[in-house]
C-alpha cells in the first residue's frame, strides 16, 4: 500500500502504523519532497510504472491501494524563480495524471481543479443529497455583505474566504467592521450559524462516523455518505449543527484530521477501505 | 441576458460579442483587466434556485434572468486578493444553473495532458504512447523503444512549444530529476483540429511541415487549412470525449497518419477558434454565438462533478485486488 502525504500527517500516519502493525508492507512517500526527494515514471497509455526512492523501487502494478493526501512541492526553493510556476504546474499535472490513472483504489482519487471549497462551489449538490447548507453569501460587496450579516445572520457569523486558505473566524457585533467593510477588497464567505450542537461526521466509505455527539440521526449519515459519494470523496469530514430543523452544513473537507477521540474507530475504518478494496472506482 | 467573462482584446472573445450583438442580444461583459471595485458579486450557494447578482460598471443583473455564460477569462491567481476572486467566480460558474461555456471544473481537465489522455483513450480515440518521468534512464529507454521518434512538452494547462528530441536533448537528461517531463512517441501524419460546439461538430484539417502548426511562422513553415469531414467512428468519439470532460465547447487535436490511423492528443477547454475559422472559412463564431443566444430554448448541461477526476478510471476499472491474507 502506497501512504502518499506529509510527515505531520497524523491521521495517515496512524493509519501507517495500524496497517504495518497487522503486517501490510506499506510505503511512505512524501508529496513535497517531488521531485527531488523520490522519482516517478509510468507509461500513460499502458498504466504501468514505476516510485523510486533511495534504496526501493517499487512497480505501480504491485500496488493494492493508496492513501492519498495532497501537499504541495516543496523543493522548489532550489528551482531557478522564472521556473517555478512551470515545475509546480508539471508537478501537478504530473501527480494526477498518476493517480487518475492508477488502477488500484485511490483514496481520495484527485480531480481536475480538486474539489474547491465545497460550501462555494457545491452547495446545490449537498442540498440535492438531503444535506442543507447552511445561508451563506459569497460577495466581494461591502454593503450586500452587510445586508447579510444584519438580516438573514442575526450578526453572528462565520466569516471566512472562498478559497479555504483560513479557517472561518466566529463574528459577532463590531468585529465585523474588520470582515465586512473591506470586502471589497478581499472577497468573503460569510455563513449564518443556526443555532445547535456542532458535529463533526468523517465518512469513510460507506460509513459515517461521528464522535462528538450521539444525536446524529440515521437520515443524517446517510445524507453525508450520499454526499461525499456525489463529491467524489471516499473519506470526507463534514461539520454540521445539529438544530431543532435536523442538520445543517458548514463545511465538508476532503482531508479529516484524526478527531482527539476515537480515533482507533476511524482508523480502522480507513484501514479497511484501504485493504478491502470497498474503494469508489 | 447573455454575460461574458474576458478581455476584448481576445480575438474569439471580441468576435462573439459582435455576433452576439449582430443577433440583437443583451450583453453584459465583464473584463477581469478593469478596476476591481468596478465589479461586484454577490450569491447565496444555498440556495435553489441559486439567488444573486452580479454587477459591471452602473449595471446589476439577478443571476437568475442569465441565460448563457461564456468565459474566457478570469481573474489571475497569481495575487491573494484576485485568488480569491478567482475562487467566487469559479463557485459561482460550477453552481450557475444557466449554460455556461465552460464550467471552470470541466476545463480543469486541460491542467494535467496524462489525465485527459486517460480519458480520451476510454472514449475509444488513440493516444500516442506517452511517458512521464523523472528519471533518465527511463526516458532514454523510451527513446531508444521509438527509435529516436519522440517529442516532449508540457504535462500541465501550460502552453509549451512540441519539440522533436534530438540527440543533443540526451545530454541533458539528467535535469528530469528536478521536473517531470512528458514524452511521446512521434506520429508522423495530417494535423486535423475538431471544435465541438454543442451538438454541432467541425472538423479542419492543417497542412504544414512544421511539428507544432501553431508555431509555424518562427520555422519559416507555411500553414493552410480546409474544412474536412471525420469518420463516422472518429466524429461519435470526439463527441463523447467533449461529452465525458463535460466541455460544451472544446478544440480536439487529432492527427491522421498515412496509414489512416487516428490519434488524439488533447481536448482544450479554451479554443482560439477564429484561428481555424480565419485559415478554414467555417463558421465557428457563428456556431459559438448560436449557441449561446438559443441556451434559453435547451436543458441546461449541468455538472456532473462525481464523474470528474474518474471518468478514465471507470472505464478501467476492475475488480479491486484483495490483501494477502
Wanted: aromatic share 6%.
Amino acid at each position: 500500500m502506497l501512504v502518499l502525504a506529509p510527515p505531520g500527517d497524523r491521521l495517515a500516519g496512524t493509519t501507517r502504523n495500524e496497517l504495518a502493525r497487522c503486517g501490510m508492507p506499506v510505503l511512505w512517500l512524501d508529496p513535497s519532497d517531488f521531485p527531488g526527494g523520490w522519482d516517478v515514471g509510468w507509461s500513460v497509455s499502458a498504466a504501468d510504472g514505476f516510485l523510486a526512492a533511495p534504496g526501493m523501487r517499487v512497480s505501480l502494478t504491485e500496488l493494492r491501494s493508496v492513501l492519498a493526501r495532497p501537499g504541495s512541492p516543496s523543493r522548489l526553493d532550489a528551482v531557478a524563480e522564472e521556473d517555478r510556476e512551470y515545475v509546480s504546474a508539471e508537478v501537478t499535472a504530473t501527480m494526477l495524471g498518476l493517480l487518475a490513472g492508477l488502477e488500484c483504489p485511490v483514496v481520495n482519487r484527485p480531480r481536475p481543479g480538486g474539489v474547491g471549497r465545497v460550501v462555494v462551489r457545491a452547495g446545490g449538490r449537498l442540498a440535492a443529497c438531503g444535506l442543507a447548507l447552511a445561508p451563506t453569501l459569497v460577495t466581494w460587496v461591502p454593503d450586500a455583505a452587510t445586508e447579510f450579516y444584519r438580516s438573514v445572520c442575526n450578526q453572528r457569523a462565520l466569516a471566512s474566504r472562498p478559497t479555504g486558505r483560513t479557517k472561518p473566524e466566529l463574528i459577532e457585533g463590531r468585529q465585523r467592521d474588520d470582515w465586512l467593510a473591506h470586502a471589497a477588497g478581499e472577497p468573503l464567505v460569510l455563513q449564518a450559524l443556526p443555532a445547535g450542537e456542532r458535529a463533526n461526521v468523517i465518512v469513510i466509505g460507506g460509513r459515517a462516523i461521528c464522535l462528538d455527539s450521539d444525536r446524529l440521526g440515521a437520515a443524517e449519515r446517510a445524507a453525508c455518505v450520499r454526499a461525499a459519494a456525489a463529491l467524489g470523496l471516499e473519506l470526507a469530514q463534514f461539520d454540521l449543527v445539529l438544530g431543532s430543523a435536523g442538520a445543517v452544513c458548514l463545511e465538508v473537507s476532503e482531508l479529516p484530521d484524526l478527531p482527539a477521540n476515537g480515533q482507533h474507530e476511524v482508523v480502522e475504518a480507513v484501514c479497511d477501505l484501504l485493504a478491502d478494496g470497498a474503494v469508489m472506482a | 441576458m447573455i454575460v461574458l467573462f474576458g478581455s476584448l482584446t481576445d480575438e474569439p472573445l471580441a468576435a462573439v460579442v459582435v455576433g452576439l450583438t449582430d443577433r440583437g442580444a443583451d450583453l453584459l461583459l465583464i473584463d477581469p483587466g478593469d478596476e476591481p471595485a468596478k465589479t461586484g458579486l454577490a450569491f447565496e450557494p444555498a440556495t435553489d434556485p441559486l439567488s444573486g447578482w452580479l454587477r459591471c460598471g452602473e449595471r446589476s443583473i439577478a443571476l437568475a434572468d442569465v441565460s448563457s455564460v461564456h468565459v474566457r477569462d478570469t481573474w489571475p491567481i497569481r495575487e491573494p486578493q484576485s485568488r480569491e476572486r478567482h475562487a467566487a467566480l469559479c463557485g459561482l460558474l460550477d453552481s450557475w444553473p444557466t449554460l455556461v461555456v465552460n464550467r471552470p471544473s470541466a476545463a480543469a481537465s486541460n491542467s494535467s495532458k496524462p489525465y485527459q489522455a486517460q480519458v480520451i483513450t476510454s472514449c475509444g480515440l488513440a493516444a500516442p504512447r506517452t511517458l512521464v518521468t523523472t528519471s533518465p534512464a527511463d526516458a532514454r529507454a523510451f527513446y531508444d523503444a521509438c527509435d529516436g521518434r519522440v517529442i516532449f512538452k508540457s504535462a500541465s494547462y501550460l502552453r509549451s512549444i512540441v519539440r522533436r528530441l534530438d540527440t543533443g536533448d540526451l545530454d541533458r537528461f539528467d535535469q528530469l530529476q528536478a521536473c517531470p517531463t512528458q514524452f511521446q512517441e512521434y506520429v508522423a501524419g495530417i494535423d486535423v483540429r475538431v471544435h465541438v460546439v454543442g451538438e454541432r461538430i467541425f472538423a479542419t484539417e492543417i497542412d504544414t511541415t512544421a511539428t507544432d502548426y501553431r508555431y509555424a511562422g518562427r520555422v519559416g513553415a507555411e500553414v493552410r487549412m480546409r474544412d474536412t469531414r471525420l469518420p463516422d467512428e472518429i466524429a461519435t468519439a470526439c463527441r463523447r470525449l467533449a461529452d465525458r470532460l463535460q466541455l460544451v465547447l472544446t478544440g480536439i487535436d487529432l492527427r491522421r497518419t498515412p496509414d489512416g490511423r487516428w490519434y488524439c492528443f488533447e481536448a482544450n477547454p479554451s479554443p482560439v477558434f477564429t484561428y481555424y475559422e480565419r485559415f478554414s472559412g467555417q463558421p465557428l463564431t457563428d456556431a459559438v454565438c448560436e449557441l449561446l443566444h438559443t441556451a434559453g430554448d435547451r436543458p441546461i448541461p449541468a455538472l456532473q462533478a462525481d464523474s470528474l477526476g474518474r471518468a478514465a478510471h471507470q472505464e478501467r476499472s476492475r475488480a479491486a485486488p484483495r490483501p494477502p491474507p
